[in-house]
């Protein structure tokens, strides 16, 4: 069974930074999915970042790209989100997830990741961003 646990959201200004972490406990194979998803009140979970967690493959969405930096431990048992340059519309609450499989195709692994196809959770960190 894999525990996953966030860390390290918190208030800041646009255009600063935060650095997220998702300590994970269990087992997590090494070319499964990972990845960051952000939800705000009455909207869908969105999938910001994912990569299989061998770091072969990496995704981000474009709302994040050239701003935002996924990343895990070699040890594989904690996971990073880098962001930087944030804007208001960042707001949301981040959590981590884990999928028991490699989600996508060859080229295109954990693209587009999808909520419904992540199996593991974490309880979600606030990250608020003030104009």
């Known amino acids: 069974q894999v525990q996953l646990v966030e860390s390290g959201g918190g208030s800041v200004q646009a255009g600063g930074s935060l650095t997220l972490s998702c300590v994970a406990s269990g087992v997590i194979y090494g070319r499964n999915c990972m990845g960051w998803f952000r939800q705000t009140p009455g909207k869908e979970r969105e999938g910001v970042a994912a990569?299989?967690?061998?770091?072969?493959?990496?995704y981000y969405a474009d709302s994040v790209k050239g701003r935002f930096t996924i990343s895990r431990d070699n040890a594989l048992i904690t996971m990073y989100l880098q962001m930087s340059t944030l804007k208001p519309e960042d707001t949301a609450m981040y959590y981590c997830?884990?999928?028991?499989?490699?989600?996508?195709?060859?080229?295109?692994?954990?693209?587009?990741?999808?909520?419904?196809?992540?199996?593991?959770w974490g309880q979600g960190t606030q990250v608020t961003v003030s104009s």
């Open positions: 997830a884990a999928a028991d499989r490699r989600l996508g195709y060859p080229g295109s692994w954990c693209y587009y990741p999808r909520a419904d196809e992540y199996n593991y």
């Open positions: 990569m299989t967690t061998d770091g072969g493959s990496i």
